[in-house]
């Protein structure tokens, strides 16, 4: 009698989900990522009990018709993929039609969506990925997605959630990214009825401001680094502004975050002996590459990406980092120069894959604030992160013995 057997849908269905819907910040994560895909630039999360009984994101986005809206909860049913050739040029947050349908079918989920320029819109009620009711609505353009009682269905799933303030930390850490990445995006967020943010539309720098505290926002450097069709840009804290954690570092890639320990390893090593082991910068980095430079088909959640020449993109973020560092003259005589030679192997390594027609994502531009004084109470500087001298012509000196020596250290062994 075979012993392998095919599991049936409504098992296969929670086997899949249980890798992309973890804890209710994977929730969130998933459903901001639609909203922005679908070119939504007012984004509200409402909260409750950490997501446990209540996660709703409603947008402003493009909203869909009832045949798109119920399809979208099929599995494996996407409207940024047709082909195969699509993997190499993927510009959307989202691409593998697996979030909703994993969604759905652990918890009871109510959407209500209208597209632009229709005249009803459509609702549908979900539980346990079974559709239970369909009705067209008056709604106005945009989606509305309510999910209610995560994992109601999966006791022990549930069982494992951490207490509320554990889990609604995390949905904190999942939307800062988004809050950093799309400053151009009106967020509110609210949790059990108290609204905890409200963030207009708004240059980058007062977005960190607010998002981070005023004490933050002024510590750090603006620097921006363009190499063929690369741009890495962002913001790094002085040597005096390290935590001794590695809370507020975020890399950006195409403005999604991702987690990358070789990237993080040359930020550190991009401040030289200005600070300890023991301490860690903060940054916000955004690089932007064209699409079939990057792999972003590595894991469901999508936070894994491979990179076509990844020693090239160290070197870049390396050197990038000690010229911000070096724009503050922070030790007198101290020289962060990486020399023509590493310059010239990251042109070498990104001369191969430049690509043919289609261009990078436009990059988050450096903002310039006026007036009296900015929306976030602070005062209101022009590019107050501006080096003073350009990103890519830093003032050279001889380095003094014990400072400015600087070699390509191996991987820390440290976490």
Known sequence: MPIIRVLPTHIASKVAAGEVVDRPASVVKELVENAIDARADHISVIIAKAGKELIQVIDNGVGMEAEDAELAFKRHATSKIAQLEDLERILTLGFRGEALPSIASVSRLELKTCARGSQLGSLFAINGGQIVT????????????????????????????????????????????????????????VHNGEELYNLPAQPLDERIGQVFGEKNYQGLVYFREELNDIVLEGYVCTPDQTRGNTANQYIFLNRRVIVNRQLSHAIFQGYGNLIERSRYPQYIINLHVP???????????????????????????????????????????????????????????FQQFRPGTEAPPTPVQPFKTGGASSSAGMPAQDRPFQPSRPVGAPEKSPASPGQGSFTYEPLPSRP
Request: proline share 6%; hydrophobic share 45%.
């Open 134 to 189: 369909r009705e067209k609505i008056a709604f106005k353009p945009g989606t509305s997605i309510a999910v209610k009682n995560l994992f109601f269905n999966t006791p022990a799933r549930r069982n494992f959630l951490r207490a509320d303030s554990t889990e609604f930390n995390h949905i904190l850490k999942t939307l800062r990214c988004f809050f950093l990445a799309y400053p151009e995006v009106h967020f509110v967020l």
């Open 291 to 349: 699409p079939q430079m990057v792999d972003v088909n590595v894991h469901p959640t999508k936070m894994e990406v491979r990179f076509a020449n990844e020693r090239a993109i160290y070197h870049l973020f390396l050197s990038a980092v000690r010229k911000a560092v070096q724009s503050r003259h922070i030790v007198p005589g101290f020289t962060l120069d990486p020399g023509a030679e590493a310059q010239q192997e990251i042109r070498q390594h």
